[in-house]
């Protein structure tokens, strides 16, 4: 182990986060290919297929362009929050890659206190979008990001409730711990409830249909990012896709058994594989329900969320809490 | 500016700007909003941003001069309004029509019909968030276009009536073709039930939102599915029978409370009996000539005036016109659905969110272009 000048710790940091921001770009290119790619199957159509086979650089066509156009800033906009926002929207979701468990040894930093450190950090992201809706003076941006303010607080709760009852169970902050003690039996089997509030709360947590009420293109034309253009817009959108697979591999951790195969028996795939099959699988889920399902109105959802999810989540943790006390 | 609008709780009243540029206007509709929060205070739609003067023209033109511009009042029923005209003509040049060409134009309307409800059956889930029925619908609406593109020779514009039959016969493919489409929509529409008629969201989004009850409508004037959704059995083809409807086996799909989802309902059942319309028809065709002889190619109609109502997809057309005697009406006033059903908005969006208020607009049907004409 050599010293640098930042320590071996880090150099780890820094070299992580560098491949995490490419993982990241790279992912994000990925999923959306994939994303038109479900969607046009959905639709009985093929989706993109001019470029490159099966139209897999698409969207490394589409984030050229996006990179190639201007910065419209709109009249009265406020300009140092218009432009902070969508940095500041993607940022803290490139956070989250520090404590992903890949598989045993490839973790950036294995922290004891991961699980909390990943929705700390997502919940900025809220607030990136209040910003960039204000800023924007448009009374669409405004409405999407009010919105959204009002769905992240009410999801959050039931989401991190779910996640308390892992917790509860195993006595642990760290990602690691809570895959290893996934080697046979997935969490998923104890915890079905905690789970699918999980996967709803997350979908709802990432602006995904049919929670997309924030940016609902039919109500609000493009919501919190109306007046975004170029890699503005653009870095909404790696956002949102690679917190997309944020909360999938978080939730891949704590419920599906990260790393681990099936019942103990691996097939001798290497762990990473199954993390990342078993992420994009949940990723191709919720592609799945998107294009399936219309839109929950606004007050359904804030309904759905305080009057079912968090009295269910809370029953949840209680009964974990008498059951972990009994065991 | 100065003077702020406020709501009791002294939160100021803001005004939205919904058009005439946004996605879910269906063409160029402006409807200003006063909110509160997101719930609509005022709602007032703005029209005329489509006027293209089909009125002046008729009166300015020769009757078969202006068969162009019927198709394009409502460009989504085309050929209903095609149809339309030449009937309001026929009665009032007294032309009889052959029995076949009756039977063609009954199933090239219906067919219209389904595809304009199909349209809007897309268009409205996209509305409210449903993306993938938009294009399931429109691959079943290519069909239709397809179908009618082999007699008509359009796709959207159709021009196939003439006064005394239709311009061409139909062909043992444009039979094949329209069996075979409704062979497919057989199972399409159990499709669409799953998918839509029974998901929980969809019926949560439209029971009980942009209720149109009976008075209401008539105070209005609403008519179509838009009426029958509240329970009034009222459609052109059975109250006033034109060509053969009064010899087809059909029914009047009506709902009960009015409500979006009893609108939905009702398109969706009318496009299942459109589809037996079809059926029939083309089973009870008869042989025969499609254009009656002898209509002069100059028409001169008697003096005298016409009142002659059909049921577009939106719901009661008409067109009434006054003859002097010349080749070209003196007045051509064009009766269209649309303009009643979107200004009932005024009294059924107030209370209602931002996110119904396009939910409702969809579920009303309007094509904007055929209030302005």
């Known amino acids: 182990m050599s010293e640098g000048l930042l320590g071996f710790e880090g150099f780890r940091l820094i070299l992580g986060m560098v491949i995490a921001l490419s993982f990241a770009s790279v992912n ?243 762990g990473v594989f199954w993390f990342l099959f078993k992420t994009y699988f949940l990723i191709f889920v919720i592609m799945w329900v998107r294009w399936t399902f219309p839109r929950v109105r606004f007050d359904q959802l804030m309904n759905f969320s305080w009057k079912v999810m968090i009295p269910l989540s809370l029953v949840n943790l209680v009964i974990t809490a008498i059951v972990v006390k009994i065991i | 500016m100065d003077e702020l609008v406020r709501n009791e709780a002294g939160d100021r009243i803001y005004s939205l700007n919904l058009g005439p540029q946004h996605p879910s206007t269906h063409g160029v509709l402006r409807i200003l909003l006063d909110l509160d929060g997101e719930y609509i205070v005022k709602a007032d739609p703005v029209i005329g941003y489509g006027h293209r003067g089909h009125e002046k023209m008729g009166e300015n033109r020769q009757y078969k001069q202006f068969l162009p511009n019927t198709s394009r009042i409502d460009y989504l029923s085309g050929l209903l309004y095609n149809h339309g005209f030449v009937l309001a003509v026929e009665k009032l040049a007294g032309i009889k029509v052959p029995e076949r060409a009756k039977f063609i134009r009954v199933i090239a309307a219906e067919l219209n019909r389904i595809s304009s409800h199909l349209l809007w059956f897309g268009t409205y889930l996209l509305d409210i968030g449903g993306i993938t029925p938009f294009l399931y619908a429109f691959d079943d609406r290519e069909h239709i276009l397809d179908i009618l593109d082999t007699i008509t020779g359009s796709r959207l514009t159709y021009s196939y009536c003439r006064f005394g039959g239709v311009c061409r016969d139909i062909d043992w493919k444009f039979i094949e073709m329209s069996r075979a489409f409704l062979k497919r929509m057989e199972a399409r529409w159990a499709d669409y039930e799953a998918l839509v008629t029974k998901n929980v969201i969809f019926i949560h989004r439209t029971r009980d939102v942009g209720v149109i009850d009976r008075e209401l409508a008539r105070q209005y004037g609403v008519t179509g599915p838009n009426l029958r959704a509240c329970g009034v059995p009222f459609d052109v083809r059975r109250s006033e029978p034109y060509e053969v409807y009064d010899r087809l086996d059909f029914e009047i799909p009506t709902g009960t409370k009015g409500d979006a989802l009893d609108r939905y309902n009702v398109r969706f059942r009318e496009m299942q009996q459109s589809c037996r319309i079809i059926d029939q028809a083309l089973d009870q065709l008869p042989e025969g000539e499609v254009l009656a002889p002898k209509v002069p190619q100059k ?17 009661l057309s008409a067109y009434y016109m006054v003859s002097d005697g010349s080749s070209g009406p003196y007045r051509c006033h064009i009766r269209v659905p649309s303009f009643g059903n979107l200004n009932v908005l005024n009294d059924v969006l107030p209370g209602t969110l931002v996110a119904d208020a396009i939910s409702i607009l969809g579920s009303i049907d309007v094509v904007i272009p055929e209030i302005d004409r």
């Open chain 1, 28 to 270: 994000a290119l990925f999923l959306v290919w994939l994303e038109r790619k479900v969607s046009g199957h959905i639709q009985l159509r093929p989706g993109p297929m001019e470029v490159g086979p099966h139209g897999v650089l698409q969207t490394a066509a589409d984030a050229l362009k996006l990179i190639g156009k201007e910065l419209i800033l709109p009249l009265k906009a406020d300009k140092k929050l218009f432009f902070l926002a969508p940095v500041l929207v993607f940022t803290p979701v490139l956070v989250g890659f520090l404590v992903l468990p890949f598989s045993p040894g490839l973790i950036i930093h294995d922290m004891n206190l991961g699980v909390l450190l990943v929705f700390a950090f997502s919940t900025i992201t809220v607030l990136a979008i209040l910003t960039g809706g204000w800023a924007s003076n448009n009374k669409y941006a405004l409405l999407g990001a009010v919105r959204s303010v009002a769905q992240n607080v009410a999801y959050e709760i039931p989401l991190l409730l779910a996640v308390m009852s892992i917790v509860l169970m195993v006595h642990s902050l760290s990602f690691s711990h809570i895959v290893v003690l996934q080697k046979n039996v997935w969490f998923v089997f104890l915890q079905p409830l905690a789970c699918l509030i999980y996967l709803i709360a997350a979908t709802a947590e990432t602006n995904r249909a049919p929670f997309d009420i924030p940016e609902a293109e039919s109500e609000l034309v493009a919501g919190f990012h109306t007046e975004y253009s170029g890699m503005g817009f653009g870095l909404y959108f790696l956002a949102e896709y690679t917190n997309m697979f944020i909360v999938c591999a978080v939730a891949t951790s704590l419920f599906f058994g990260g790393w681990n195969g099936l019942f103990g028996i691996s097939l001798g795939i290497p």
């Open chain 2, 299 to 315: 028409l001169s109609p008697p003096k005298g005036e016409v009142y002659s109502a059909f049921e577009s997809a939106r719901g």
